[in-house]
């Protein structure tokens, strides 16, 4: 798998401020999106040891709330695999951070992927410029969800996201 850059202190890809994987590789490619440079799994710089290294140092900061997996789209398939082991090895090392995951999938058409067993919050679908709204929080275009990823599994219908989410569970803000 390939990245553009790991960010931390954002805080428009998530609750609080949140450590940032930008993967390389979308096959979507929504008209209108904000990172075309991401689309070519090709591009950018290999993930490597030395990356991971840095992700877990800056996502190791206490005041961070979690990570957000986004680019690109983590669920390109040849990021898959390497998306769901961090997202695993963040769950295990992290217990108390979200993970959340941007994809252009839909929900519906990843429900059975195991690594969503790690992800707190999935914003699921395509960009659509028609439909986009900046004044909407934490997706670009009114036909994207903000889904709560385990009480959607645990109902077995999609849960969108409660914005008092951070305070559940004594997870951070």
Known sequence: MNYHNITTDDMLNGDGLRTVLWVAGCGHACPG?????????????PFDDAAEEELFLK???PYISGIT????????????ETVARLAH???ERFP???????TGYR?????DLPLLSDVDVLVDGRFE??????KLHWKGSS???VIDVQATKEAGEVVLHDTDYGKREGLPK
Do not use: H
């Not at 997996?69 to 898959?80: A, V």
């Open 69 to 80: 997996f986004s680019g690109g789209d983590p669920l390109y398939p040849g990021n898959r």
């Open 33 to 45: 999106c904000q990172n075309p440079i991401t689309w070519d799994p090709n591009g950018g710089l």
């Open 107 to 111: 929900y519906e058409e990843i429900a």
């Open 129 to 134: 410029a028609d439909k986009r709204d900046v």
């Open 89 to 91: 090895k963040v769950r």
């Open 59 to 61: 996502l190791g900061k």
């Open 143 to 145: 036909n994207q969800r």
């Open 96 to 102: 108390k951070k979200t993970v959340w995951l941007y």
